[in-house]
């Protein structure tokens, strides 16, 4: 089983930056991928960025705009995610998850994390 301790989220003001990080223990395996997903109350996790394990796939939501970056270092087995020109609207808790294939389909995605709060100020 996978565990995931998602860290950075923090307070910003608009045009601010911010870099999660996603550190992933007791992984066992190449295959699959890494998501990263937010939630703000009252609405479903909306899917933001995800990356295989081997590094050589990535995909962007359209809201990403150029933004974000996600990446990976299979070292310490962390991915994170990098964000540039943060707006209000991305104010949220973002989780990373593990899926057995990579996808961006909320369903396929497990071993989530505990989140963590970013807050974007106007």
């Known amino acids: 089983q996978v565990h995931l301790v998602e860290s950075g989220g923090g307070l910003v003001q608009a045009g601010g930056s911010l870099r999660l990080s996603c550190a992933a223990s007791?992984?066992?395996?190449?295959?699959?991928?890494v998501g990263w997903f937010r939630q703000v109350p009252g609405k479903d996790r909306e899917f933001v960025a995800v990356?295989?394990?081997?590094?050589?796939?990535?995909y962007y939501a359209d809201f990403v705009q150029g933004r974000f970056t996600i990446s990976l270092d299979s070292a310490k087995n962390t991915v994170y995610l990098q964000m540039k020109s943060l707006k209000p609207e991305d104010t949220a808790v973002y989780y990373c998850?593990?899926?057995?294939?990579?996808?961006?389909?909320?369903?396929?995605?497990?071993?989530w994390g505990q989140g963590t709060q970013v807050t974007v100020s106007s």
């Open positions: 998850g593990t899926a057995g294939r990579y996808t961006y389909n909320y369903d396929d995605y497990y071993n």
């Open positions: 990356i295989s394990w081997t590094g050589e796939s990535l």
């Open positions: 007791g992984r066992t395996s190449t295959n699959g991928a």
